[in-house]
C-alpha cells in the first residue's frame, strides 16, 4: 500500500531533472540582459553548442500546450509566443526560469481555450465535494502509488493517458495538467484560472480546484487499475 500522499500543494509527477548545462545556459543568457545594443554575430557564437537546450526547453513547452489545447499549430504558436514573452529576469535560476515559461504558456492557452469556448473553463456554482476513490488528494486510498501514476504519465502508456486527457471535459483536464504535469498548487491553479479562463470563470477558488483535481486523480488511477487488470 503507498504510504506518501500528495497535498494539495504538490505535483503529481516529481519535478524533472535540470538539463545538464541549465546553469551555463542561464548564465549566457543572462550576461546579454546589460540593455547593450548586441552584434548578430556574437550572439550566436555565444550560444553556439546550446542548440540542444533550445530543444530541450521548446518541446517541454510543447507537451504541455498540446495537453492543454490539443497538438497542431495552436500548440506550436503557444511555444513561440511564450518563449518569445517569458520573463527571462529569472533566468539565473533554471528551475523559476522553468516555471516562469510554464506559467506564461498556461495563461496563453487558458486564454486561447476561453476564446474557443466561453463556457469551458466556467467556475462551478454550488459545489459539493464528491464522493471519490481519493480524500485530500491522498492516493494511499487507491492502492495506486505516485510512481505507478507517474509512469503512466510519461512511460509506455503516455499515449493511453493522452487519449484520456482528451476525454475529461475541459476544465477538469485543464486542471489536472495544471497541477500533476506543470506543477502548480491549487491556489496558483485557481488564480490562473480565474484571471484567464474568461468572464465566467472568475469564481475559480482552491477548495474548487482540489475537489477537481480529486475526480480526476481518482479516475486516472482507475485507468491504471484497469490497465494492470488486462495484463
Known amino acids: 500500500m ?3 500522499p500528495i497535498s494539495p500543494n504538490q505535483s503529481l509527477i516529481p519535478p524533472e531533472p535540470i538539463p545538464a548545462g541549465a546553469q551555463a545556459f542561464s548564465r549566457q543568457v543572462r550576461s546579454f540582459l546589460d540593455g547593450q545594443p548586441k552584434d548578430e554575430f556574437a550572439v550566436s557564437k555565444a550560444f553556439e553548442g ?10 517541454g513547452l510543447y ?5 492543454l489545447v490539443g497538438e497542431g499549430e495552436d500548440s506550436a504558436h503557444l511555444v513561440e509566443t511564450a518563449v518569445s514573452t517569458t520573463e527571462v529576469s529569472a533566468c539565473h535560476d533554471p528551475v523559476q526560469a522553468r516555471q516562469s515559461s510554464r506559467r506564461t504558456l498556461s495563461t496563453l492557452a487558458l486564454d486561447l481555450l476561453a476564446t474557443r469556448d466561453p463556457g469551458s473553463l466556467a467556475a462551478p456554482q454550488g459545489l459539493t465535494p464528491s464522493d471519490t476513490c481519493i480524500e485530500d488528494d491522498d492516493l494511499s486510498a487507491t492502492g495506486v502509488s505516485s510512481q505507478e501514476l507517474e509512469s503512466m504519465m510519461a512511460g509506455p ?3 493511453r493517458v493522452r487519449k484520456w486527457l482528451q476525454s475529461l471535459p475541459t476544465a477538469l483536464r485543464v486542471i489536472f495538467i495544471l497541477r500533476a504535469v506543470a506543477g502548480f498548487t491549487t491556489g496558483e491553479t485557481a488564480a490562473l484560472l480565474a ?7 472568475t469564481g475559480w ?20 487499475i484497469h490497465a494492470n487488470a488486462g495484463r
Open 63 to 67: 507537451s504541455l500546450a498540446s495537453m
Open 195 to 201: 484571471d484567464h479562463g474568461g468572464p465566467q470563470a
Open 157 to 159: 502508456d503516455r499515449d
Open 205 to 224: 477558488n482552491p477548495s474548487a480546484v482540489s475537489e477537481f483535481f480529486r475526480q480526476g486523480l481518482c479516475s486516472l488511477a482507475s485507468q491504471l
Open 2 to 4: 503507498p504510504q506518501n
Open 50 to 59: 546550446m542548440e540542444g537546450m533550445f530543444d530541450q526547453i521548446a518541446a
